[in-house]
């Protein structure tokens, strides 16, 4: 407890203490002032005097002459203070209880000062709450703040209880909520775009704000977060306008629909349509140019779905309607049982069209049983070959899906820039056309953080009554970290059909397609790619010739870091089957790949031309076939360097055929040939020759 100071200026002292002086009092004694009266005094300050001095003790022995319950030999109380002035403190498990005062002291022995008591506080007189700034104090016991006094200098009329605050919030959606965040001061009123509270969660948005009806919109409307899910909107459905931020609940415009009587929407403004979770029966026309068909539950819990019976797809973007869409985002829904058979691009698109947009993005979609002449699952394209249509494609599955011409699952045509990532295409056809899971001009299926996957596109148990039976490709593809499996062509390319220039090509596998003509995993035909197609494995696939892979009219093909396995044809080329192009195999393997022909390994067809096929650091090992593991004819060159080619009925293999043929070995290994290991056939004359491991060979 504190006391009020009583010690006085020693100049003032000194003229009370006039019983003694120098002459009178020889032997005057040393006083020390006594502030807080507990009997020992502060040493830092002295004077001399014959008569005692009141307020002044003999003893300077005080730690704090400010506290009468410290000072030499005190009882240690619960207070945080070393009463006795030994060093010593509070008793053993004591705990600080004394009240904090506004005397800048830690008077509760918490660590802090005047906590709770320090303001600044205000005055009160009509007690509303709201102070003003004149006679404001610094600090205020607690039973001082309780009447009279606020925390805030807001009151425009302290006179007035009915007056109080005049702080503004902003309301910038109009929803008569404002933002906590923004303020105001003016007592004169709130100004344009301010109410008199800060209650709004959302003030960019007119459909969240205390006690709103819930909207399917991803969120909380009504700003209460505490136990929400989005389970909460299940059967909701509301249009967003971007432009004039206003909401429309479309609940029940949707609701009456079912499967005999599909209701068909409009969007006719830029905006967002939500649809919540539920099966829906809507086919939804997007004429505006910036629009999103958002489904917040996610494709696992939304369906939109064509009914029975009738010619109907679920989503339609489409410029042959006069339409100028700029910009489409679809994500979150399955799209099921769209169908549509016509002509033009009344026929493209089973479950989705976007005929238009200069920019589309599909995300978290399944796309199931719809069929369409083009496109069974969905159909991309820009106007015209002259524009371009960007896509983005993220977690997208299309499956069962059917096309009687082109891309089984999809169909991208007419430019621009196609990404996937995480595209799973499976259990679709083509009845007679190309592309029984994907028929595309220019698409980039690639591995990325965007997705849940760790592939760009996996393409799997498709088949074309054409080529391409899991992809057709055109027009600078991509392929990386993907995967074509079990598909199936009835022509060529039982993988996939690429035609023209390859910018990339790394980490793909081919596995288990089956080709009715040629290239078995991959069909490769006039291909100018501008680097080498790197890591790609081919397992298992089967065709009439190139088991594995075809390469046709090619003059300057590499394959790095390949690997060909257990890959077999009818005729020629169980791995590789190469007819007029140039191509290298450089750190690459080929084992145990069979035919019935010629080439178990690799067989180069130069036709009327002159080719080479390079092979370089290479294993070509236990292949099987009666004429070679690697096996050409006519006007031909095989370069074999620091490889090894073993395990075969023949090495090198030359038919019988005109033209002339050159076999160049450099640091290359031939051994345990059956037959042997360079074999030569001219006019019908056998010419087995050794394997030395540098060498020439001319079959003439």
Not at 308 to 332: F, K, P
Not at 459 to 476: F, K, M, P, Q, V
């Amino acid at each position: 407890m504190n006391r009020p100071q009583q010690v006085l200026p020693l100049v003032l002292l000194g003229l009370l203490a006039t019983g003694c002086d120098a002459e009178d009092c020889k032997g005057a004694d040393r006083w020390y002032p006594d502030a807080d009266g507990d009997g020992f005094g502060d040493g830092e300050h002295a004077d001399a005097s014959c008569d005692p001095i009141e307020g002044w003790s003999r003893s300077d022995a005080d730690c704090d002459d400010g506290d009468a319950t410290v000072y030499p030999g005190a009882e240690e109380i619960c207070d945080g203070q070393d009463n006795g002035c030994d060093g010593g403190g509070d008793p053993a498990g004591c705990e600080v209880t004394a009240p904090e005062q506004c005397d800048g002291l830690d008077n509760d022995g918490d660590g802090l000062v005047d906590e709770g008591l320090t303001g600044p506080w205000y005055p009160d007189e009509d007690g509303d709450g709201f102070g003003t700034a004149e006679g404001a104090e610094d600090c205020l016991e607690e039973s001082d703040q309780e009447d009279g006094w606020a925390s805030n200098a807001d009151d425009c009329d302290d006179g007035d209880a009915s007056v109080g605050v005049g702080v503004w919030y902003a309301d910038v959606d109009g929803d008569g909520y404002g933002d906590p965040e923004v303020t105001w001061t003016d007592c004169a009123g709130a100004p344009a775009a301010y109410v008199d509270n800060g209650d709004d969660c959302d003030d960019s948005d007119a459909g969240v704000r205390p006690g709103a009806p819930e909207l399917c919109d991803g969120r909380p409307n009504d700003c209460n977060a505490e136990g929400w899910t989005s389970g909460d909107e299940a059967g909701l459905a509301a249009f967003h306008d971007v432009v004039d931020h206003v909401w429309t609940d479309l609940t029940s415009t949707f609701a009456v629909g079912h499967a005999g009587n599909v209701i068909a929407h409009e969007i006719d403004r830029s905006g967002e349509l939500y649809i919540c979770e539920g099966t829906w029966y809507v086919e939804l026309f997007a004429t505006a140019s910036n629009v999103s068909i958002l489904g917040p539950a996610g494709s696992g819990a939304t369906t939109l779905d064509a009914g029975q019976g009738g010619l109907r797809r679920l989503i339609t973007a489409d410029t042959s309607l006069q339409l100028e869409n700029d910009v489409l985002t679809v994500e979150g829904f399955t799209l099921r049982g769209g169908y549509v058979e016509a002509p033009e691009t009344s026929g493209y698109g089973g479950c989705l069209l976007a005929w238009s947009p200069a920019r589309v993005t599909l995300r978290d979609l399944v796309m199931e049983e719809c069929t369409a002449d083009r496109g069974g699952g969905m159909t991309v394209s820009a106007r015209s070959g002259d524009t371009s249509a960007d896509v983005t494609i993220v977690d997208v599955e299309i499956r069962d899906c059917t096309a009687y011409d082109d891309g089984g699952g999809a169909y991208f045509v007419n430019g621009g820039e196609r990404t996937a990532a995480g595209l799973w295409i499976h259990d679709n056809e083509a009845v007679s056309g190309t592309g029984g899971g994907l028929h595309a001009g220019g698409l980039h299926c690639m591995s990325s953080s965007e997705s849940a996957t760790t592939y760009g596109c996996l393409i799997e148990d498709n088949i074309s009554g054409g080529n391409g039976g899991g992809a057709y490709l055109t027009r600078d593809s991509i392929l990386e970290d993907s995967i074509l499996a079990r598909n199936g062509a009835g022509a060529d390319g039982g993988g996939a059909y690429l035609q023209g220039t390859v910018v990339h090509f790394a980490g793909v596998e081919f596995s288990g397609n089956d080709a009715a003509a040629d290239g078995g995993g991959l069909y490769l035909q006039d291909l100018f790619p501008e680097e080498p197609l790197q890591d790609a494995v081919f397992i298992d696939n089967s065709a009439n010739e190139g088991g594995g892979v075809m390469v046709n009219s090619s003059p300057d093909v590499t394959f790095e870091r390949a690997s060909f396995t257990g890959n077999r044809s009818t005729y020629e080329g169980g791995a590789v089957f190469l007819l007029e192009s140039e191509v290298e195999l450089v750190d690459s393997t080929i084992e145990s790949n069979t035919n019935n022909v010629g080439g178990a390994a690799v067989y180069l067809n130069p036709g009327a031309g002159s080719f080479t096929l390079d092979i370089n650091n290479s294993l070509i090992t236990n292949n099987t076939s009666p004429d070679g593991g690697v096996a050409t004819q006519g006007d031909s060159t095989i370069i074999c360097d620091s490889s090894e080619i073993s395990g075969g009925t023949y090495g090198i293999y030359r038919g019988n055929n005109h033209g002339q043929s050159t076999i160049e070995l450099s640091d290359c290994v031939l051994q345990n040939n059956s037959e042997a290991d360079v074999y030569c056939v001219v006019s019908g004359t056998s010419h087995p020759y050794g394997g030395a491991a540098t060498d020439s060979y001319t079959c003439p």
